[in-house]
């Protein structure tokens, strides 16, 4: 595709279930964001992926939270036994290079909105 | 730990009117700054950066955004807005990630939400 797609685009789980949320990144992307943006909150950094490689994941929450990129393309982002807390979009974001943020191209998708009942 | 702070959390401008939205960071070193918009149901889309050079940096849609160091701000302008202005805007600053050669990830500041009065 065009840009970077997630799925699902809405997801309501009850408390305690496991979640799962897809990123596909723009094709031969290397880095690969996820981002947690709560109602009224700007987005707050969760990891970082660097081909398959997680470099930075001191923005998960907890040990709840777990995202891989098995192959260096399409990232998983799991939640388990969810909590209400964890309701928010998370967003994933890809860019070609892992300085491409210095050329402002990184590209966002539209988000997951995660509702816990 | 770096951050970024948006003072305000919601403004109403008459459609036609300039506008400012302001911005503070904190980071150590020489910053990464950047505006982002984003409207209902969108992603987020890059408004303007800031790395280096000239203080006054241009955008799409018209807006513009200025670097002070001594102010540790990064105020964004538009002269005049359109009523499809309206949207939420973020500031962010690009921090590096460590163990890395140059790769950084963005801090947000909480937002700032644009109505347009017609």
């Known amino acids: 595709g065009a840009g970077v797609s997630q799925s699902p685009r809405y997801k309501v789980a009850k408390r305690g279930q496991d979640v799962a949320l897809r990123c596909d990144p723009i094709?031969?992307?290397?880095?690969l964001f996820w981002y947690q943006q709560a109602l009224g909150q700007g987005p707050e950094f969760l990891t970082y992926f660097q081909n398959e490689a997680q470099l930075d994941k001191s923005g998960l929450p907890s040990d709840r939270f777990f995202a891989e990129r098995p192959e260096g393309s399409v990232s998983t982002l799991k939640i388990q036994r969810t909590q209400q807390e964890d309701s928010a979009v998370y967003l994933c974001?890809?860019?070609?290079?892992?300085?491409?943020?210095?050329?402002?191209?990184?590209?966002f998708g539209e988000g997951s909105r995660l509702t816990v009942l | 730990a770096q951050s970024v702070t948006q003072p305000d959390i919601h403004i109403t401008v008459s459609e036609g009117a300039s506008l400012e939205l302001r911005c503070n960071y904190s980071y150590g070193a020489t910053p990464y700054l950047f505006w982002y918009v984003q409207s209902p149901g969108q992603g987020l889309q890059l408004l303007l950066k800031?790395?280096?050079?000239?203080?006054l940096v241009q955008g799409i849609k018209g807006f513009e955004a200025e670097f002070k160091r001594s102010q540790s701000s990064f105020n964004l302008r538009k002269p005049s807005v359109h009523w499809s202005d309206a949207a939420e805007y973020f500031c962010a600053v690009g921090d590096r990630i460590a163990h890395t050669e140059g790769a950084q990830k963005l801090v947000f500041g909480q937002g700032t939400r644009l109505t347009i009065n017609p």
């Open positions: 800031y790395f280096s050079g000239d203080t």
């Open positions: 094709s031969g992307h290397v880095s």
């Open positions: 974001a890809s860019s070609p290079r892992p300085t491409s943020l210095n050329t402002g191209e990184l590209f």
